[in-house]
């Protein structure tokens, strides 16, 4: 057996073998919104939709997901599709209910809403409302010819939640529902805009994920002077919303088995006053996988919307390690490395078996061990897909793989299958 120089090189490791690249996959995001209507008091008779006449007193309205396209209104915007964005809401009596004064609006999720540790930014759930940052008339054009203001237009709502629909704890000195940050309906996308939206769409792409909240480090004020282009940028595939975090609540009780706080219904309370909140939807954070945390850890969110500085693949001490190697290993992404990417071929009693070291928890990448008698060609590479895996104690797991016999003289390499 020749020790290949590629194995452990740090450089080849990753070489031509990222298979799939772009925006992450969705499959983490998971699908809990309100999906009954408890009780309303606030119906609201001041204003009907100008397009249908409805009032805004639909509380259905409120289930499912957020809008991801309203209309235009006829006057401003002639198109019959206009994707949400943060200076043009939801707005249709049939996207949302208006609470008036002095009332409230009584949902129940679909599923126990929990807080949960791998929850991003330690937030557990979102309520989409219609709040609309300043700025222009939009018109439905080009994102990056508009520019915001500094001010958010909220009606704000105060939120509380309940196990039991009974007793209930309340935020009450915020977040609110229907204030900042406003809805992102579709992710700003203009190398795979929705061509069924119609052939004036160049920049609108797949609907946001609202299971995914904005980073709370964003504030009204950083919008103030940037481009809807940009500020959609720093939105990613976020839908926006007002997330809300349970450990906040100090009443809400934990569940013995598990230690963490939930609830199952959310109540909407308008307070006595001038204003009066629309409700689009409400929605639980989902889970994200350990890669997104580590960025989060590592990056802030101006550093999260370029792929060059936080994608998998990107070096930002510029030692020539990925972000996914920094990961894996668990180095620190801002300071250069000092040895290479331990990959050994040692010889056992299990046989040949390519060896390394990695973070247990960074156990979300699809990671394959090839080899291949002629370096020159990986196609035709053989993959080691039996792992066995050692607990060191120190948060690491020592990775076993053991070489077939065919692979007598061979290179080895390590692959990234996906980037996460
Ligand atoms: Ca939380
Ligand atoms: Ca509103
Ligand atoms: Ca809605």
Redesign the pocket.
């Known amino acids: 057996m020749r020790r290949s120089t590629s194995c452990g090189g740090l450089t080849s490791w990753l070489c031509g073998c990222v298979l799939a690249a772009g925006l992450p996959a969705m499959a983490w995001a998971q699908s809990n919104f309100a999906a009954r209507v408890v009780a309303f008091t606030g119906a609201t008779y001041g204003w009907a939709d100008p397009v249908s006449d409805a009032y805004y007193t639909n509380t259905l309205?409120?289930l499912g997901r957020?809008?991801v396209d309203t209309t235009g209104d006829g006057w401003d915007i002639e198109d019959p599709v206009v994707p949400v964005n943060p200076l043009y809401p939801?707005w249709r009596a049939h996207?949302?209910v208006t609470i008036a004064a002095g009332g409230e609006l009584i949902l129940e999720m679909e599923e126990t809403v929990w807080d949960h540790p791998d929850n991003p930014h330690g937030l557990d759930f979102t309520v989409f409302g219609n709040a609309r940052q300043s700025g222009p008339t939009w018109r439905n054009g080009d994102p990056a010819l508009t520019n915001f203001g500094a001010g958010t237009f909220a009606e704000q709502a105060r939120v509380a939640v309940s196990q039991d629909g009974e007793t209930w704890h309340t935020f009450t000195n915020g977040p609110f529902a229907d204030d900042f940050a406003p809805t992102l309906g579709r992710i700003y996308d203009p190398a795979q805009p929705d061509a069924s939206l119609g052939a004036w769409n160049q920049w609108w792409g797949a609907p946001t994920d609202p299971a995914l909240p904005l980073d709370p480090a964003i504030t009204a004020a950083d919008f103030n002077g940037q481009t809807v282009a940009q500020v959609c940028r720093w939105y990613g595939r976020s839908a926006g919303g007002t997330s809300f975090d349970l450990a906040a609540l100090e009443e809400l009780p934990a569940d013995p088995e598990t230690g963490r706080k939930w609830f199952r219904y959310v109540r909407l309370i308008q307070p006595a006053g001038d204003a009066e909140a629309e409700i689009?939807?409400v929605a639980a954070v989902a889970p994200v996988p350990p890669f997104v945390r580590w960025q989060i850890k590592h990056f802030d969110w101006r550093e999260r919307a370029d792929p060059a500085i936080a994608g998998p693949l990107a070096s930002p001490a510029q030692d020539g390690w990925s972000n996914v190697q920094k990961y894996l290993t668990g180095l620190d992404p801002w300071e250069p490395a000092e040895h290479a990417f331990d990959l050994r071929l040692e010889l056992s009693a299990n046989g040949r078996e390519v060896i390394f070291e990695r973070q247990a928890a960074a156990d979300d990448l699809a990671l394959a061990v090839q080899w291949t008698a002629n370096p020159a060609d990986w196609i035709a590479a053989g993959a080691v897909t039996d792992w066995l895996t050692e607990d060191l104690g120190d948060g690491r797991v020592r990775v076993r793989a053991a070489l077939p016999d065919e692979a007598a003289a061979c290179f080895v390499r390590l692959v990234l299958l996906d980037t996460p």
């Open positions: 309205v409120t957020p809008t939801a996207e949302v689009d939807a």
